[in-house]
């Protein structure tokens, strides 16, 4: 990687991405793209800004990140206002990559809500010929469309592209207040609640539902690798495990020290019931596994809450 364009960079994930781009290849030019930079869902905007990047940066990568997404319910509130801004910057993107960067390989990054809602783990193959959960349709179409979008450029205009298939994503630099994805609501309660001593901790749901998490260190990881050696129109980039999150919640209580009890709110938005990624392909193509077990990745993720407190405290 010589001169990289990450969209996305100042998200939870873009900002882990860049720097361990920026560890591994030191040399690397790297162009990290947030909403401030450039709003990709204009199209004059991004296109005036790639067009004047072209002539001092001969792009080599373009990793794909950006999207307009939030936690919990706000996707069954908000489908179109998720249909028109993502669709918008993936067409976008995509045109811009032909127009100003055709020799750069792209990569990018979609959600296994794609899949649709089934006990067993996902292959690659559940990518096509099945709905996704309905409540995230209009968000999940946009990422199959990026799918679309990225086979037709390959066919017509002979460009290269992969893609990674993400559970959730978890570990320091998340968003911990409770309206985040499930491990940094938790991790945000307990911690919080260990601090105040506090009686107990509501989690949403029975505690029944189960969900397969990723350390952010290692979807970057496993990002960075399908980026320089996969072909694949898509790989699932997961540990092929799915947890309760009755169990998450044991395991965070523990690494926070909290001595509290456990209160489960039945009445709370929880989504499907089970969701997991069959991970053999991207061990058999790339060789490549997730080095974090969970319950180690929950320890560092509380371990970096509780740091981040004490330094606001400090401050």
């Not at 809602?117 to 990422?143: C, M, Q, R, V």
């Not at 979008?149 to 893609?163: F, M, V």
Request: charged residues 20%; proline residues 3%; aromatic residues 10%.
């Amino acid at each position: 990687m010589k001169n990289v364009i990450v969209t996305g960079a100042t998200g939870f994930v873009g900002q882990t991405l860049v720097r361990e781009i920026a560890r591994r290849f030191p040399e690397a030019n790297i162009v990290a793209l947030g909403s401030k930079a450039v709003n990709l869902a204009d199209k004059d905007a991004l296109w005036t800004y790639l067009e004047n990047l072209q002539w001092t940066f001969e792009c080599d990568h373009i990793i794909h990140l950006a999207a307009l997404y939030k936690a919990g319910d706000w996707p069954v509130h908000h489908p179109a206002t998720q249909f028109h801004v993502n669709m918008a910057i993936n067409i976008n993107i995509l045109e811009g990559w032909r127009r100003f960067f055709p020799k750069a390989k792209m990569t990018s990054i979609v959600s296994y809500c794609l899949y649709p809602s089934t006990e067993h783990p996902h292959p690659e193959s559940e990518l096509w010929g099945h709905e996704p959960e309905d409540y995230l349709f209009a968000y999940a179409f946009t990422k199959k469309a990026l799918l679309i979008g990225q086979r037709a450029y390959r066919q017509e205009h002979g460009l290269s592209s992969t893609s990674v298939v993400l559970p959730t994503v978890y570990g320091g630099g998340d968003s911990f207040a409770e309206n985040s994805h499930v491990v940094g609501a938790l991790v945000g309660k307990f911690v919080r609640a260990a601090r105040a001593n506090a009686p107990t901790v509501e989690v949403w749901g029975t505690g029944e539902q189960q969900r397969e998490f990723l350390l952010v260190e290692d979807a970057a990881d496993g990002i960075i690798k399908a980026a320089l050696h996969s072909s694949e129109p898509a790989l699932n980039l997961g540990m092929g495990d799915a947890y309760a999150i009755s169990d998450i919640a044991q395991w965070i209580k523990d690494a926070a020290g909290f001595k509290g009890a456990i209160v489960y709110n039945n009445n709370k938005f929880v989504g499907v019931r089970k969701r997991m990624l069959d991970v053999t392909k991207v061990r058999d193509v790339l060789g490549w596994t997730a080095e974090t077990s969970i319950r180690d990745g929950l320890k560092k993720t509380v371990d970096w809450y509780n740091a981040s407190l004490d330094r606001a405290g400090a401050g």
